[in-house]
């Protein structure tokens, strides 16, 4: 009755999403801004409870800001410390707000893979991440502010329901960056929840090795949708300016990341090279190694152990699953590496769905 109680108040408290930041600030990281019941489609099959959220978290200037998500509990009846927790960070759909997964219902291969989470008796945490979803613009590849956004919807999950304080980052592709990086800061952003550890799935890292790679320098090769998207977020985040990169091709496509997701802008930058978006691609190469070093996944910080998973057919080379795990070793972690013979970026998830849900119990049952 309490919590049916607490319940109508957060449904009753659906004001304006655009919470000042004093206001935000005030309330504190993982406070609830406002919720909405999930239904239909974007419920999870085989989940109970479940609601899209607005809550507090910090931005990439480390401001306070608000973003969006999901929080699926599941059936039955909770354990006497509450449902343990799985924060999944989804693959990059778009920044546009009509990309966010809360609306969208994410991908059928990260919903598998929730589901099993669901059915196996976790609830299940998706942020959208900063700026998609939300009003502003979202920071791209940003780790710190990623990692924050997983973390503060596990805080703000266990404001709405009957959720124990340990967690699990669990994150695919960019989401798998994002987890990387929630494992590293999870123990000093949010000491008061319980960390188990990490567990990545193809995910984005060695940066320096993709964005300076000669399929992005060549002038004749195919231009890949990630440029674009990377032309709109760096000037929100650095002083990059777009004008000086870009051709008149390169800005229309600037602009038009602003409002399609993954699947349309893959189709726009069909037929088109590097030269066609880019003034000068090794030139920009070079630049936008520079700017992504910051992101390379943390190899500091992390007091649990960290699973990276990789499909050996994947696009994005598994290798870099194989050096990241190396570097991880090399600092101390107890980090270990994973190749899914066979499974490609899009085949892997429910490949290794009821794996994952067995390495996760593993995780829970470490003190």
Not at 21 to 44: I, M
Not at 113 to 141: C, H, K, N, R, W
Not at 276 to 283: G, N, Q, T
Request: glycine content about 12%.
């Amino acid at each position: 009755m309490r919590l049916a109680r607490a319940l109508l108040a957060l449904l009753a408290f659906t004001a304006v999403v655009a919470v000042s930041p004093a206001r935000a600030s005030a309330l504190g990281q993982g406070a609830l801004v406002r919720v909405e019941a999930l239904t239909g489609n974007l419920k999870l099959a085989g989940s109970g409870p479940s609601w899209r959220v607005w809550y507090v978290s910090s931005a990439w200037n480390r401001q306070p800001t608000v973003i969006s998500g999901t929080i699926s509990l599941p059936r039955g009846r909770p354990p006497a410390s509450g449902w343990p927790v799985i924060s999944f960070g989804h693959g990059f759909g778009g920044v546009a707000d009509s990309c966010a997964v809360s609306r969208t219902g994410g991908a059928l291969w990260e919903r598998t893979l929730q589901e099993a989470l669901i059915g196996a008796g976790y609830a299940v945490a998706v942020t959208d991440f900063q700026g998609i979803g939300t009003p502003g613009e979202s920071p791209g590849v940003d780790g710190p502010s990623a990692a924050y956004a997983m973390i503060d919807i596990v805080r703000a999950a266990r404001r709405l329901g009957p959720v124990s304080r340990s967690w699990l980052p669990v994150g695919y592709s960019l989401g798998g960056h994002a987890a990387l990086w929630s494992g590293a800061l999870a123990a000093s952003y949010a000491p008061e929840l319980a960390a188990k550890g990490t567990i990545a799935l193809a995910p984005f890292t060695q940066w320096q090795l993709q964005v300076g790679s000669p399929l992005v320098r060549d002038p004749a090769g195919a231009a890949s949708f990630v440029v674009p998207y990377s032309g709109r977020a760096l000037p929100i985040t650095h002083d990059f300016r777009p004008a000086r990169w870009f051709t008149r091709k390169g800005l229309e496509l600037i602009g038009l990341a602003g409002r399609l997701c993954v699947d349309e802008m893959v189709a726009a930058v069909a037929g088109l090279t590097n030269a066609d978006i880019l003034k000068d691609p090794v030139a920009a190469g070079d630049e936008f190694v520079r700017l992504f070093a910051e992101e390379e996944a943390p190899l500091t910080g992390y007091t649990r152990p960290v699973q990276l998973i990789h499909g050996t057919a994947d696009t994005l080379p598994a290798v870099f699953s194989e050096i990241t795990t190396g570097q991880l070793a090399g600092a101390g972690v107890d980090a270990t590496y994973t190749p899914v013979d066979g499974a490609d970026h899009f085949t892997l998830l429910p490949a290794v769905a009821a794996d994952v849900v067995t390495r996760a119990d593993a995780f829970f049952a470490t003190p």
